[in-house]
């Protein structure tokens, strides 16, 4: 089965500065997708990023990239020049498709000023 | 843009009852699942539905759950008779039939607590 590991529970930055979230997980297929998923204060879901296994370059949208290493089974998510909006919940996800989404436990962000 | 839709956002209801979580998918997507996420978990995975019928379900996903699709727009979760420990966020999400399939855009959720 697959599984989804975010070791970090908690983190805090300042304003502005550069954070990375790191996850990690496990499966034996070759062909996948990962996402990283946003969940403010208000519980919604928000799809912030996401990256094919079979794409070797890595994902951005404007302030958010990824570090994939496939070989390492390895997906962190940086976020440049973070702002306050970006306190979060932050959960990294598994697909193989139109299948379910494997969530990992989260790691709650938060920017301060 | 389009969205996912739920009602209730908010449900109070008493042990033993009956409740049914109301999902309207994006308009041209055909996969459907419903999550929950008990307060302070992660999300878990309930049920998908693709073609009118279910594709997969969880271990959570027991007698007491159904889905059903009853016209060309909503997608509903009953619970028969609910218990203590089913309070918690529960998400619809919905992907496109081709070309994306991968990617699930979620709803706002319904936030239910069992008395």
């Known amino acids: 089965a697959q599984t989804v590991t975010q070791s970090q529970p908690e983190m805090s930055v300042q304003e502005a500065e550069t954070v990375t979230l790191s996850c990690t997980y496990d499966?034996?297929?070759?062909?996948?997708?990962l996402f990283w998923y946003k969940q403010p204060p208000s519980r919604q879901m928000i799809l912030v990023i996401r990256?094919?296994?079979?794409?070797?370059q890595n994902a951005t949208e404007n302030r958010f990239s990824v570090n994939f290493q496939k070989a390492a089974k390895s997906f962190s998510l940086k976020i440049s020049d973070s702002q306050l909006g970006d306190t979060a919940m932050y959960f990294c996800?598994?697909?193989?498709?139109?299948?379910?989404?494997?969530f990992g436990q989260g790691t709650r962000l938060t920017i301060n000023p | 843009e389009p969205e996912v839709t739920q009602t209730p956002s908010h449900q109070v209801t008493q042990m033993g009852q009956e409740v049914i979580l109301r999902c309207v998918p994006i308009?041209?997507?055909?996969?459907f699942y419903w999550y929950r996420q008990i307060l302070g978990q992660k999300v878990e995975f309930l049920v998908s539905?693709?073609?009118?019928?279910?594709?997969?379900k969880s271990e959570i996903f027991d007698d007491q759950f159904s889905v059903e699709r009853p016209d060309g727009s909503n997608f509903t979760l009953k619970i028969r008779s609910t218990k203590l420990e089913d309070s918690a966020m529960y998400f619809c999400?919905?992907?496109?039939?081709?070309?994306?399939?991968?990617?699930?855009?979620f709803g706002p959720g319904t936030r239910l607590l069992v008395l």
């Open positions: 999400a919905s992907s496109e039939r081709t070309g994306n399939q991968e990617t699930q855009y």
């Open positions: 499966t034996s297929e070759n062909n996948y997708y």
């Open positions: 990256q094919e296994a079979y794409k070797q």
């Open positions: 996800a598994f697909t193989q498709g139109a299948q379910k989404l494997v």
């Open positions: 308009s041209n997507h055909l996969y």
């Open positions: 539905f693709y073609n009118n019928e279910i594709s997969e």
